[in-house]
């Protein structure tokens, strides 16, 4: 049913490249503790190294074709960190700041023209390319965060505690702050760390109990409501992953899919204090 990849406890496992081939995450140098950007060809055990820097590079965010990167470092003097996009995956690429770019970019659209971030407990949007300054997208007296684009960069998803609980939230994209217009709540007894589909047919989403479960999203714009998801499978049986949902937590992301039937999974494990990728094959539901 599933494949498991050895990692060393300190490495962030992060994303799956959109081909499903490659995954990157974040590595301490053994020496200086300072973190870099790599990602491992699955199939061939490859890996390789994307950033060299005396500062801290972490959370890689693939582009839609595979060939760029974008991460965040605290190069600069910044503490809470930047982001940066990588234009090219060799070491030697070039590397480019986000001007004003909010510290946590979770996503960019398919076309990379716009950036979704968590800052300050809110969801921020950025045309990149411009030099315009980041937009509140949702701005309210609740913690937003996880903001994904849909693959046709229509929606957004995100995780609110609007509740008093984490809960995912799907909103229109259009370029500009949010409104209450077409805002629809998909689940309704906790969900985080939302992940979707390939064609955006599908949302995936983490409960506290570490179950990944689907909702069904084909009519997202044409219903006032979506079906009530289906759990899909238990991430993590014998331990836990390296993210608890439901606990408010404003980065990483612990499991990521590129064609909603195979699941990357970042466990941990013990005794040995390592970390273990599961990649579990399931057929999802359609």
Not at 52 to 67: C, H, I, R, T, Y
Not at 147 to 153: L, N, Q
Not at 209 to 225: A, E, K, M, Y
């Amino acid at each position: 049913m599933g494949q498991g990849l050895s990692y060393n406890r300190t490495d962030l496992i992060e994303c799956l490249s959109p081909s499903g081939d490659r995954v990157a995450y974040s590595k301490p140098d053994d020496r200086s503790g300072n973190r870099d950007i790599w990602y491992r060809d699955i199939a061939r055990g490859i890996t390789a190294m994307v950033t060299l820097n005396s500062a801290n590079d972490w959370f890689p965010v693939w582009s839609a074709n595979g060939k760029e990167m974008m991460f965040v470092s605290d190069r600069d003097a910044a503490f809470r960190g930047r982001p940066y996009i990588k234009r090219s995956l060799d070491i030697a690429g070039a590397e480019e700041v986000v001007p004003d770019g909010v510290e946590s970019p979770w996503d960019w659209t398919p076309d990379g023209q716009w950036l979704v971030s968590t800052g300050d407990g809110d969801i921020w949007i950025q045309r990149t390319g411009t030099g315009e300054k980041p937009i509140r997208f949702l701005a309210t007296s609740f913690l937003e965060m996880g903001g994904r684009f849909s693959p046709d960069g229509k929606w957004i998803a995100y995780v609110s505690n609007e509740t008093g609980r984490p809960e995912v939230y799907v909103q229109p994209f259009l370029g500009r702050p949010a409104t209450t217009a077409g805002k629809l709540q998909v689940t309704n007894r906790g969900g985080d760390f939302p992940v979707w589909g390939p064609q955006g047919q599908e949302l995936f989403f983490m409960t506290a109990d570490s179950g990944i479960n689907s909702v069904d999203t084909h009519s997202l714009g044409r219903s006032g409501t979506t079906p009530a998801p289906v759990r899909l499978f238990q991430a993590c049986p014998e331990t836990s992953p390296h993210l608890a949902a439901l606990t408010d937590q404003s980065y990483g992301n612990p499991f990521d899919t590129h064609d909603g039937r195979t699941f990357l999974v970042n466990c941990r494990t013990h005794p040995s204090g390592r970390y273990v990728v599961l990649l579990n094959g399931l057929g999802s539901p359609r």
